[in-house]
């Protein structure tokens, strides 16, 4: 039932990141016989400030990020 977690994430040139998330569930129906489907997502709800500048460097370096989504 707890939604809140700790997160550890490793990059090979920057270390490791750590902070709180939260567990965000989503889903929505994909045909007309209403078959869902689930995704969880995470939000980050607490990261110290040089964590944040090293996940934001992270996602430079090794992430695709589409256009339009929200950033930290």
């Known amino acids: ?3 809140i ?6 990059f ?5 990141i750590q ?8 889903s929505k129906v994909i045909d007309n016989i209403s078959f869902m489907v689930y995704n969880a997502g995470f939000n980050i ?3 110290d400030e040089i964590d ?4 934001r ?3 430079k370096r ?4 589409k256009n339009g989504r929200d950033f930290l």
């Open 1 to 3: 039932n707890n939604k």
């Open 5 to 10: 977690f700790d997160f550890n994430i490793f």
């Open 12 to 16: 090979q040139e920057l270390g490791f």
């Open 19 to 26: 902070g709180k998330c939260e567990l965000k569930w989503y």
């Open 45 to 47: 709800i607490e990261i």
């Open 52 to 55: 944040k500048k090293n996940f």
């Open 57 to 59: 460097e992270a996602l």
């Open 62 to 65: 090794f992430c695709f990020v």
